[in-house]
């Protein structure tokens, strides 16, 4: 075996349990208060208040046996991460005769820790050894303040809606055993406009342009290094900086029969935030971070369409299919990826006679795009049916999704200028769910919910 500059490369093997634990716990409260005014029921003042908390703990515990010439040491890691997220918010909408204003205020207080200690065996000891070098505690926190102001007009036909966010953001990072601190403050202030034209027989179309801002997750921050994995080294970047996108879509709607949502979507942003692989030969280790290095555009479709055949026979399609161009410059070379991402779901139901309902469902994703490689699509097919044992109070279903396969195979492929990598691993896919829904008392009438809510979407998901 031979490496990329034709040295001959020594296999080694060795025998291998590595045993990782994670544990998730998290608690959620919303408060909402709204208050009508008597002139119009649209003219409301709604106070919003959400507490989210949560840990994730993670155990490593890694062993070699059988190695040979390879002298690898036994290890564990200790990692305890807990976040906090308080939102408050204050809407306020007044709908005049032709212009409806609306305003308010938001802030989130999001605080981040983990405790992270790396211990090595020590065979003199007989025991597991605390190494303070890669041990630490890590404090993140994140206040974002924000208001905006939008307006509504309507005239005729035509509805055009514009308005703006400005946000304050305010980041702390704290190495707690070596006192070194990150900290980050910024201001964004982000457009929107619209334009929609009713047509006629319930069909309308729209145009429309906002910005999007795309903040780190507590995960991707933390510099916590997870050697589950002997060869890989997975950290966070204390150093990510949040992404502004522009996103531009073209909608038209028809509800003339069922329901029909097509849309056209061109996205872009700079600066992104890509993972990106870094193989180091002198250590035989991949290491495998975030780095703000990337260009991105996205060309994307979103169609979701309901039909009903007869009273009794419905069908339903829905999909996300995206062409994405992906570029960044990874140890000064540029590099360019690009590739169809999204979902195709197929899904059809019927009600028989006697409270029998039955539903077939289909569905496509396609791979996942990365700035140095792809993932696999997948398959996806289920099963479901129900039948009411006692009208409007006990309901028996039963599920079965993947019958015809047993595991799915997650491939992810990656390539650089020194390596070239594929990760393969399988989990159960085939599933079975029967269940017995029992429905207490009954309501006279529906529950009457807020006109606004808490949504905090601005958190970019994390892509361990």
Known sequence: ????????????????????????????????????????????????????????????????????????????QDNTSKSTEQTAQLDYINPFKVVTVEAGVKAI????????????????????????????KYDNDQDIYGVYNTYTLKVKDWTFKAGARLEGTYVTGNFESKGSKVKTDYFNLIPSVSFNKSLKNSQSFSVGYTQRIQRPGIWDLTPFVDKSRPGFEYFGNPDLKA????????????????????????????NTQQRVFEFVPAANITRVTSQNIGKESLLGT?????YPITAKWNLNLSGNLNYLQLEGI????????????????????????????????????????????????????????????????????AMVANPFQQYRAYRNYTEGDTFTQERIRENIFRRVNIGLNWKFGKFEGSIKKSERSINNDDTKKSSN
């Not at 008597?38 to 059988?66: A, C, G, I, M, W």
């Not at 983990?114 to 070098?133: C, H, K, L, R, W």
């Open 109 to 136: 207080l999001r605080s981040g820790k983990s405790n992270f200690q790396f211990f090595n065996f020590n065979a003199a000891q007989n025991g597991y050894v605390i190494d303070p070098e890669q041990t630490n």
């Open 1 to 76: 075996m031979k490496d990329f500059d034709g040295k001959d490369i020594k296999a080694r093997a060795y025998n291998m349990d590595s045993r990782t634990r994670y544990e998730w716990g998290g608690t959620d409260y919303t408060f909402n208060y709204q208050r009508g005014f008597k002139d119009k029921k649209e003219h409301l003042l709604t106070f919003s208040y959400k507490l989210f908390d949560s840990s994730e703990p993670q155990l490593n515990d890694v062993r070699f046996s059988n190695g040979g010439d390879f002298k690898g040491t036994d290890y564990k």
């Open 330 to 397: 990874v140890n000064e070379k540029l590099i360019k990826n690009d590739g169809i991402t999204g979902y195709v779901n197929f899904n059809t139901s019927y009600k028989f006679e006697h409270t029998w309902k039955a539903s077939v469902s289909v569905n496509y994703g396609a791979p996942n795009v990365m700035l140095q490689g792809k993932s696999n699509d997948y398959y996806y097919i289920g099963f479901s049916g129900s039948k009411d044992i006692i009208k409007d109070k006990l309901t028996f279903s």
């Open 243 to 270: 992404v502004l996108s522009n996103n531009f879509e073209v909608t038209y709607s028809n509800f003339k029969k069922g329901s029909l949502n097509v849309s056209l979507t061109y996205n872009f942003a700079n």
């Open 302 to 306: 979103n169609i979701n369409f309901n």
